[in-house]
């Protein structure tokens, strides 16, 4: 792990999330730019005191000229997002699959170098935006990819906090003041934040992808250097039309993401803060409340419950999810056996680099008096 | 009543709502264009034989003919909107005070027109936004007045039917013939019907003036004449953004408006379809739940109560607080009491107004590239 | 109308509802045995001078003799419990269809004596059992009457207020010193006020009456003369069994009734604060949501909505669904014409029966220390 | 770890809530009865081959022959009810801690010895009641505590669950088979099963005992041996009351566990399906949700949280809370270090002893024709 140390948040995530099925163990890790928090936090995991790294580099080079078997499988990178790519590139070039934060990179030209490295390596990247991992995420996937709801018309995806609605950045909040700052964050604040998210939600679920878009951005809170507030009219590929909203200055709310998505038959509507719950909308007969643990699910959202109905998972389960996914599919390939793929996914390179472009084209958009920008990759 | 006959569906509303609080009573009527069906209508009602009237020019002449406190006290026109104007203005010339369907008319001139008869005849108008008749709506303008969630920063409001997702403008839907054509309904179609509901909400729990948009208009539905489908980016005068969503093709929805609102030390949030309840979200301390007939509500909000909490009062109820409203107001005029309007409002000809430029300038920027269109009226 | 003048709480709602459909008119009253308040309260509600009686049986007695046509055609009894019988009867004497306000009398004789005078006479007596109006209340005795649940196992109702909280009878609260006071509520408190309530839901939305309870009744605040909590233990006659609560110390709770009804197939539950929404829970496949106002609904359902769906209807109309199944009953019988009675309902004479039954038993079994008590009649 | 092995269900459960925080390690097993299947288990869970017993005996008595530091340091039991006493018994000879799935034993005596081994060994169990784990359980707890709802008055735990509605045991279900089975479960069904997580949660969060109850249990399902649906009246010791209802014939719901407790100012309400929202509710002003994650909340409930408010956590988290709340009891013992044990608490051997005589008075109260049964322990 390249990142993650006592003072950040979402590698104690990742750790909990990696380690929930019994498929990962932390073997080793730089956990910060700091030497001391590096050592001390490696020592608090019960780390072996000479595989706590205290640069990524070091921890890359010396795992990999440990002998097969012994040395880590992948590495998952957690610092802030400009420290992505270079450790992301380096595990690559020695050999290692990787998993990344999102968004993937600083800018889309790194992203796409990674996917270069990709492609000539073979090896494995995964995103982890964790909120594909829900299982009802994943119904509601198979309920349009299946035609259930007819074709899709409307695709509405709203994700609002409230933790920016102060100029936490300048009061001691660490998480605050990387994702404010463009050295560290990249072109855009909330909307690389969360809106990607948000994007990767609305594409994932309905299997088309944004074409053009129209997007304003704003700093609500003064002194900010980045956006903490965005909306954005989406076109997609198949004709639908929608809405995306990314904000930080929701004041009262928590981490509230929502899509809703209409077809010609019916709509469904899922919550992340009740995320074993999928509504479906019906035009002449009663909604239905599709439920997390049911035998009625299709196989990919049953493999992606681990109890039955009832017993609510929640966030960490989803992000164990795309790290279960992600190691299943290690295992198969490390050890070259048959694969049933269809109920294993995982955000991936191409996801990341979307992702980035997403950024690129709603600053591009919010720049431009044109209404409509197109999202190209 | 001018329109409002057996065939239609709002005409009945208004007689339940004007009648639910013993201050209004049908005296005549002119309730269809088709004779018989006007003569049928008005004797189901138990309206006097000579009272029944065939055309609205002929009620509102014989009606101005009878004696002061034997004529009718206002006119109520439920007509389609391209019917609204002649008898509204008719019944001004004749001094009869006025109550009209949402949107107002059919053109921002028509409207102005009225304006400037009220202004020259004293005369009052309501307009039937019903949705600002809620006790909860009527309570989150006071907060956001009251300035108890600080300065507003963001206003979502969505407004979501499904009713439309099929052309049923062709198959017997009388309803969905008229909204659809544009002869009848006016420039737009659910921007008129609904876009014009969730944007007088907007403005009025904001207390905030639109200043500039970007819109979208779909025609999701092929073989419709006029949009059943849009979404809108707002600027309003205080630097506040937002979104206003309305669409009559989100397959499986019923009548759901719901409108977003935060500031700088929390939220709210309402929706139509539970409108005795207001989430009130704050930055540090757990949420609240206001409840309608509760005592700690405002004045305002307490006066469109008719019973205790727990006892859930609707869209019926909302109705019916327009028309008291605009009774009570009406009565303090005629016997020229006193009147506490702090605690009495409804919507009026500026409202109205307001309404027909928003549809203009919705219109207006959907047909063109430039990012930002002023909402000017 | 008996009572209901300008102190009084229920009088007001009986009126609107009433009121709502344009099938009744108030023509008449005796508001108050207060002479001044009755008086007063008659003009304010513009009734005419020589029709603003004192007394309720110089009411009956005076237009018993006006000629048919002129005379009133029913009587509404909106007194405290106590003072329901004596113009109940003297109404059925006279000639004249009663509408009650529950719990129909102060004891079972009384009841039973009235349901001697309905059989000689053929006269009709509705029971204000609100909340059996509520249109999906009849949908769900329509979902178990056609079997759609199976066999029934379990039936939960619960009815919780907090307004009792605090000894509020002492504090000058009007609606808390009678409903407190045995002399003029009865034996019971809260089980007769809303348990009998809780019980006529269950019976009604079952189809099966309750044949042993196990009751215990607490007197929670101190200084109360009757009881404000209970909790009751049932057995119903095909077997099934059951809970009934119903308090009104439950701090915090505004009008709380729901019930939930397990059968073998699948359960269903409602809550009277959403009334519009039932859900229908089932073994093997998504839970369903059941909404007012959509073409799916049974006949009877239909029939009690007066709005599309999406425009919530609530405790007000499902009062004046009372009294206009009472109305169209009455008109039919009055006009001798067909009548479609499998769409209409009101609570009857039998329903007022079991309910002074239920507080009876209910009060015996909390004395007893045998668990079961026989709940006859 | 005694049980869970391949074929079962709640063994997965504890390991996947043991590892979650990186305190505790599967080191060793007796996974299964049956020796392949304990075997393969140990197998795929990466066991060491010399660790993989097939006998708890076996397991316990080799790991006690091991040097400290290499042995186990507690013992897990997840067998079926039965077969909990003996293993627990000779773990505590052999100085191991225990951690046991509830109900602790199949009889009131086996749990008192288990006290007695307890108290005369000094060693430490841990009771799995889940629920307990829930952080905003833990907030209800702490709310009733600092007398901020005022004396509790009602008491109402709901625990419904709909998968034994048909008779699953003689359909291959093992789940359904061992716990409808008088002789692995002991002398009570689904009031053994979930009826004792209601009472320990209803005490829990209370601070109350339960010092009498009158049931009604039932055998709904015709054909299986012991009770599958059950409702009791409770007292408690300051004189409140309440009712238990414990269900699993309650044909589509899954594991809906509620509690609704009224004070004199207040009260609150918790949904096990929505783990992370607490509502509070009051007596004169507006209802508070409470959530998970939040600074707001007390000590003890943020300590039971693991992510900021918004990223739900749920059963496994709770199910993980009693884990680490025991290890870090155990770490604190094992290395005599001072402990905050203000904010870590589990269910212990009392907990398990009261839940034995819950079920022996629930039974005896079921058999007898009194009212009231003195739940004495």
């Given at each position: 792990m390249v990142g993650g140390g006592k003072?950040?948040?979402i590698g104690a995530i990742h750790r909990i999330a990696a380690n929930a099925d019994g498929l990962i163990e932390l073997v080793c890790g730089a956990l910060s730019i700091n030497k001391d928090i590096a050592i001390d936090s490696g020592r608090s995991l019960f780390l072996p005191e000479d595989r706590i790294y205290t640069t990524y580099d070091e921890m890359i080079e010396k795992e990999s000229r440990l002998p097969e078997g012994e040395r880590m499988d992948f590495v998952t990178i957690v610092t802030p997002n400009f420290a992505h790519f270079a450790p992301a590139m380096l595990a690559l070039e020695k050999g290692f699959h990787v998993v990344v934060e999102?968004?993937?990179?600083?800018s889309l030209e790194e992203a796409k170098k990674l996917k270069e490295k990709l492609d000539e390596t073979g090896l494995t990247l995964c995103l982890t935006h964790t909120y594909s991992g829900y299982p009802m995420v994943k119904e509601a996937r198979e309920l349009i990819k299946n035609n259930v709801l007819g074709k899709v018309r409307k695709i509405y995806v709203e994700y609002r906090q409230g933790w920016l609605s102060k100029l936490s950045e300048r009061e001691g909040n660490a998480q605050a003041a990387w994702r404010t700052d463009p050295k560290k964050s990249g072109k855009a604040g909330g909307m690389g934040d969360i809106g990607t998210h948000a994007a990767h939600l609305a594409e994932y679920i309905s299997g088309l992808k944004i074409t053009e878009l129209c997007a304003q951005l704003n700093i609500v809170v003064e002194g900010r250097a980045l956006d903490d507030d965005g909306s954005v009219l989406l076109k997609f590929e198949n004709g639908a039309s929608g809405v995306l909203v990314a904000t930080q200055v929701a004041a009262g709310e928590e981490n509230n993401l929502l899509i809703k998505v209409y077809g010609e038959k019916g709509g469904l509507e899922w919550h992340q803060h009740e995320p074993n719950t999928l509504l479906v909308k019906w035009l002449d007969k009663p909604a239905e409340i599709y439920r997390a643990g049911q035998a009625y699910l299709s196989p990919i959202a049953k493999n992606n419950c681990r109890t039955p109905g009832g017993h609510p998972e929640g966030y960490l389960e989803a992000f164990a999810n795309i790290y279960k996914s992600f190691a299943q599919t290690l295992l198969a390939k490390i050890n070259n056996t048959p694969f049933q793929n269809d109920v294993v996914d995982f955000p991936s390179i191409e996801d990341g680099i979307r992702g980035m472009a997403f950024i690129d084209n709603v600053v591009k958009s919010n720049e431009s008096n044109e209404k409509w920008t197109p999202h190209t990759v």
């Amino acid at each position: 792990m390249v990142g993650g140390g006592k003072d950040a948040f979402i590698g104690a995530i990742h750790r909990i999330a990696a380690n929930a099925d019994g498929l990962i163990e932390l073997v080793c890790g730089a956990l910060s730019i700091n030497k001391d928090i590096a050592i001390d936090s490696g020592r608090s995991l019960f780390l072996p005191e000479d595989r706590i790294y205290t640069t990524y580099d070091e921890m890359i080079e010396k795992e990999s000229r440990l002998p097969e078997g012994e040395r880590m499988d992948f590495v998952t990178i957690v610092t802030p997002n400009f420290a992505h790519f270079a450790p992301a590139m380096l595990a690559l070039e020695k050999g290692f699959h990787v998993v990344v934060e999102k968004p993937i990179t600083v800018s889309l030209e790194e992203a796409k170098k990674l996917k270069e490295k990709l492609d000539e390596t073979g090896l494995t990247l995964c995103l982890t935006h964790t909120y594909s991992g829900y299982p009802m995420v994943k119904e509601a996937r198979e309920l349009i990819k299946n035609n259930v709801l007819g074709k899709v018309r409307k695709i509405y995806v709203e994700y609002r906090q409230g933790w920016l609605s102060k100029l936490s950045e300048r009061e001691g909040n660490a998480q605050a003041a990387w994702r404010t700052d463009p050295k560290k964050s990249g072109k855009a604040g909330g909307m690389g934040d969360i809106g990607t998210h948000a994007a990767h939600l609305a594409e994932y679920i309905s299997g088309l992808k944004i074409t053009e878009l129209c997007a304003q951005l704003n700093i609500v809170v003064e002194g900010r250097a980045l956006d903490d507030d965005g909306s954005v009219l989406l076109k997609f590929e198949n004709g639908a039309s929608g809405v995306l909203v990314a904000t930080q200055v929701a004041a009262g709310e928590e981490n509230n993401l929502l899509i809703k998505v209409y077809g010609e038959k019916g709509g469904l509507e899922w919550h992340q803060h009740e995320p074993n719950t999928l509504l479906v909308k019906w035009l002449d007969k009663p909604a239905e409340i599709y439920r997390a643990g049911q035998a009625y699910l299709s196989p990919i959202a049953k493999n992606n419950c681990r109890t039955p109905g009832g017993h609510p998972e929640g966030y960490l389960e989803a992000f164990a999810n795309i790290y279960k996914s992600f190691a299943q599919t290690l295992l198969a390939k490390i050890n070259n056996t048959p694969f049933q793929n269809d109920v294993v996914d995982f955000p991936s390179i191409e996801d990341g680099i979307r992702g980035m472009a997403f950024i690129d084209n709603v600053v591009k958009s919010n720049e431009s008096n044109e209404k409509w920008t197109p999202h190209t990759v």
